[in-house]
């Protein structure tokens, strides 16, 4: 058991990190966040990293604008290296991570992903969901692999996909449970009480 040393990349609002800080501040989860990085320059998540007075820094990750390669890449490390981090958390950063940070934090980069994967990787899965007439959807915390939303799961939550729903209140729908999930995931590697077999998170 030991405390987590977080380091969050995003690229948007920053919820999810925002339920991290939240299940600190409340004693829920053994970690600190030591560094948020974004690749948006005026995204939110930096705001809020700052107004709880964590360390944080626009990454510029050009030329590159799907993925995490090249000197951005080299700097990220650099950055989460300094600032001690042992486990990075990708809340919402829209970039694919490439196998130099993987191998950089072996088993320790982590990703939520709104879908119960396998099904819908990839972007705007709930209105995926919804467009192929599911029935529940869900969101789902797992180590990263080389793949894309690919690695072993840690967490998933179901919601109902209701007769109504819009792309946008199911995708409400799934982010309160997000917010649930993600310090979950954590606690759980927090704890060390679990171990990867193949595809597997054996937990407890
Ligand atoms: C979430 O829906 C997350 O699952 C997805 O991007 C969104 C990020 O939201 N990968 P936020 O920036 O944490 O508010």
Not at 37 to 58: F, T, W
Not at 64 to 70: I, M, S, V, W, Y
Not at 96 to 115: C, G, Q, S
Not at 125 to 144: I, R
Request: with cysteine; aromatic share 4%.
């Amino acid at each position: 058991m030991s405390r987590l040393k977080l380091g969050v990349l995003g690229s948007g609002a920053g919820s999810n990190m925002q339920s991290i800080v939240d299940a600190i501040d409340r004693g829920e989860l053994d970690a600190e966040i030591r560094i948020v990085l974004a690749d948006v320059p005026d995204a939110k998540i930096l705001e809020r990293a700052k107004r709880h007075g964590i360390p944080c820094a626009y990454l510029d990750c050009a030329p590159f604008r799907t993925k995490l390669e090249g000197p951005a890449e080299d700097r990220c490390i650099e950055l989460l290296k300094g600032a001690g981090v042992d486990t990075v958390v990708l809340a919402g950063f829209m970039r694919i991570v490439k196998p130099k940070l993987l191998a950089a934090f072996p088993d320790r980069v982590v990703n939520i992903h709104p879908a119960l994967l396998p099904a819908f990787p990839g972007v705007h899965s709930w209105t995926q969901a919804l467009d192929y007439g599911c029935k529940v959807a869900g969101v789902t915390v797992h180590f990263v692999d080389a793949g894309t939303d690919s690695g072993p799961i840690i967490v998933q939550k179901c919601v109902p996909v209701e007769e109504n729903d819009t792309p946008e209140s199911l995708h409400a729908r799934i982010q309160v449970q997000e917010h649930l999930a993600y310090p979950e995931a954590l606690r759980i590697i927090a704890k060390g009480d679990f171990r990867i077999e193949g595809r597997r998170v054996r937990i407890g």
